[in-house]
């Protein structure tokens, strides 16, 4: 079918495979742009340490600013023919043709005289820019063109001219094809320097003969140049002006296989682009200008027959038309192949590298987290260790410090116990001014008081406080040798100077001053045979002190009142009376006691004394008795003085201190218990931050693994997309970029 009927053109293979390699890249870039991000809130994270390293991020963010390139680049490119030749070969004629409609300037008068590009744009205006302008020149017909090129004086055969020309008006160029018309290859010895300029990215060369000549040198030496440049390029030979062969048919044949020949030779033997067996495929015998004035007459309407047209006409149409589609075919595999092969490659490798980095950080992730479920693992029954640990601590240590406190308790009532039986020694020992005076004598008692409390704190710590002591500090260290394994490490070698060891002295705080404070010492003189004294050793201390009472309450009630007496008096001569009945019986009682302890036979004894001895006997027993009383008397010094205060207060000291026994030893017991606890709970404080720094840890770590699994997630996901992009890259290789077998 002809193309001229619009059917679908090669070229359009160009175009999907742009269009598809942009998407793809596209895709490519965001990808890469959220695995960047993605490896640089890892890097950023302190506790996913290792997981990315700098060098990763860096490596993924060079990728992003390549990738953005690279889109701008497809975004730009599209398919280049170049048309040489040599001058009025009709390079500008072919094009028109081509394009079916006048662009360039060609025909009489309008010789080429710089490179001219013409490309298509989505205005509805045609345009032209010259090299170093952006200046968008306004030209609406081939003459302005031709016009504005000629009076621009600045454009040489080096120079550039874009020209724009509407989609609208062209089919050829809504698919991305640029059409760069030169000057003739014999009008300049520069032909390097247009080669580096406007060939190097050209996927189809044209090379427009005169086919009433042969090939001249400048035109194949210019191909050789570009030979050198580039590896087998793609090139076309139109012999134009094949319509002059219509006035010599018998030599038509013969001429068109001269032509033909040296042109397979050319593209064969000396440039070698291609087999022998394509060359023939790669030359063809048109006549641009009636394939031009055909399409216009067709366009307006006009059978594209009419006008003078040479004989052969239809041939060499269909000639040009099987130029023009093996042109575009060769083209768009080409341009894919040259413009998106080596950037899919680039694509393909990039994804694999980023795939490769998602794998290392998903791996890394996965170790970690085992490791770190592993920790975890370890901590949790570490600080369940330690719970139950305490807790069964906790119950023995309370049973040894109820035992060592018991201990304490029971050795302190032993030795107050031997203290107060030989109070009557530190009594001895003191040694201080005494003299019966009231102010003298109650400082004489002051220093008594601190005498015994300093004495018996004395023997007490002595006897006490090192056993205690050593006691003491053996539980301590037990304690700590029983909770040291459950404290980590560091704080093990550090435990002795969180508790430091210290020796420890009971304080028995005795107070005699304030016990005994109620002391009241009898130091007056009294007869040892005495009424007081007699009365005493019968009745009892108890019993005497009544009766004494009661016989100097009778001495006062027996003498005559001159008064009637009162109520009150009556009241005091019944309890007077009562008293009596009371000491009557009494006396009655101890006599009976002592007619029963054979009291009565010291007095019948008296009795036959008295009747045998007489009166003398009696008078010497009053002198002995008078003697003694007197010797008494005056032996009744200070010193006796000294003597009775210390016995009246060892006699009263001891059954206080009897009372205090229990008390003082349940204090020192709890003394022991208080700095015992006290250890214990500084024990147990570091115990206890052991434990808070456990659950730390433990919490610690179940967020790095919550962290690490939605690592391992994201990095899955990436990976799944770099796969699917990597199918996308191998889809559009396998479509576009590897050649189709007919």
Not at 25 to 45: G, I, P, W
Not at 183 to 189: E, H, I, L, N
Not at 282 to 290: D, L, N, P, T
Not at 474 to 479: A, L, V
Request: net charge negative; proline share 3%; aromatic share 8%.
């Amino acid at each position: 079918m002809s193309l001229d009927q619009g059917d679908y053109s090669p070229l359009k293979h160009f175009v999907l495979a742009k269009k598809r390699i942009s998407d793809v890249f596209e895709q490519l870039l965001a990808y890469v742009q959220e695995s960047a991000q993605f490896v640089e809130d890892t890097c950023k994270d302190a506790s996913l340490e290792q997981v990315s390293s700098r060098e990763q991020l860096e490596q993924i963010q060079a990728y992003t600013s390549k990738l953005s390139i690279i889109k701008d680049v497809l975004a730009r490119r599209h398919m280049k023919v170049a048309f040489f030749g040599r001058t009025s070969n009709g390079k500008s004629t072919v094009i028109n043709a081509m394009l079916r409609d006048r662009v360039l300037p060609s025909g009489i008068g309008h010789t080429t005289n710089c490179f001219l590009s013409v490309e298509g744009t989505d205005q509805d205006k045609a345009y032209l820019t010259t090299e170093g302008s952006e200046d968008e020149q306004s030209i609406k017909t081939v003459n302005q063109l031709a016009h504005a090129l000629h009076m621009d004086e600045s454009l040489d055969a080096g120079c550039l001219v874009r020209v724009f020309w509407p989609k609208s008006k062209c089919a050829l160029l809504r698919d991305d094809l640029v059409l760069v018309d030169s000057p003739g290859t014999d009008v300049t010895t520069q032909l390097d320097s247009w080669i580096d300029k406007f060939c190097l990215d050209a996927d189809v060369f044209v090379l427009v003969a005169n086919s009433e000549s042969t090939l001249m040198n400048t035109e194949k030496h210019f191909f050789h140049k570009v030979n050198e440049r580039l590896s087998k390029p793609n090139i076309f030979i139109l012999n134009n002006r094949w319509d002059a062969s219509a006035s010599e048919p018998e030599y038509m044949d013969e001429v068109r296989k001269q032509h033909t020949d040296r042109c397979v030779s050319f593209l064969c033997e000396e440039l070698k682009v291609v087999d022998c067996d394509q060359a023939p495929n790669r030359i063809f015998f048109v006549s641009a200008k009636e394939v031009l004035n055909s399409r216009m007459q067709r366009a307006q309407g006009m059978p594209e027959t009419g006008g003078a047209l040479a004989e052969g006409f239809q041939e060499r149409l269909k000639e040009f038309q099987c130029f023009e589609r093996r042109f575009e075919e060769t083209i768009s595999q080409s341009a894919v192949k040259t413009k998106f092969e080596q950037h899919t490659h680039r694509a393909q490798q990039i994804t694999a590298n980023v795939k490769a980095v998602m794998d290392a950080i998903n791996i890394t992730a996965a170790d970690k987290r085992v490791v770190s479920l592993e920790d975890r693992e370890y901590l949790i029954d570490r600080l369940e260790f330690v719970r139950n640990q305490l807790n069964l601590l906790i119950e023995e240590i309370k049973k040894r410090i109820k035992a060592i406190t018991e201990q304490v308790q029971q050795q302190v009532s032993n030795a107050m116990a031997e203290e107060i039986c030989r109070l009557s020694s530190l009594v001895d020992e003191f040694q201080s001014d005494f003299h019966p005076s009231p102010h003298v004598l109650k400082m004489y008692k002051g220093e008594l008081f601190r005498h015994i409390e300093e004495g018996m704190g004395k023997n007490l710590a002595f006897r006490c406080s090192d056993a205690v002591n050593t006691s003491m500090q053996s539980s301590q260290k037990d304690m700590m040798d029983l909770l040291q394994p459950l404290l980590p490490p560091a704080v093990q070698s550090e435990l002795h100077t969180l508790v430091p060891s210290r020796r420890f002295n009971l304080s028995y705080e005795l107070n005699c001053a304030a016990l005994c404070a109620d002391f009241q010492e009898d130091i007056s003189f009294h007869f040892s045979l005495g009424w007081t004294a007699l009365v005493t050793r019968f009745l009892g201390p108890t019993h005497a002190k009544h009766a004494l009472m009661l016989v100097d309450n009778s001495l006062q009630v027996a003498r005559p009142m001159a008064t009637t007496p009162s109520v009150p008096c009556l009241v005091q001569q019944q309890e007077a009376a009562m008293s009596q009945e009371e000491l009557m019986l009494t006396m009655v009682n101890n006599l009976a006691s002592v007619t029963s302890r054979t009291s009565m036979s010291v007095l019948v004894v008296g009795g036959v004394v008295w009747r045998t001895v007489g009166w003398r006997l009696i008078a010497l027993s009053m002198s002995m008795y008078g003697l003694l009383y007197l010797y008494e008397r005056l032996t009744w010094t200070s010193r006796a003085q000294q003597r009775a205060l210390k016995r009246q207060f060892v006699d009263f000291a001891s059954e206080k201190l009897h009372m205090m026994v229990s008390l003082t030893s349940s204090n020192c017991s709890h003394q022991v218990q208080q700095e015992m606890a006290t250890t214990f709970a500084r024990l147990c404080q570091q115990v206890d931050v052991t434990q808070k720094q456990l659950e730390g840890e433990i919490n610690t770590l179940t967020h790095k693994i919550t962290q690490l699994e939605s690592v391992q997630n994201h990095s899955k996901t990436l990976r799944h997309k770099a796969s699917e992009l990597e199918g996308q890259l191998e889809s559009f290789t396998s479509q576009y970029l590897r050649p189709h077998q007919p």
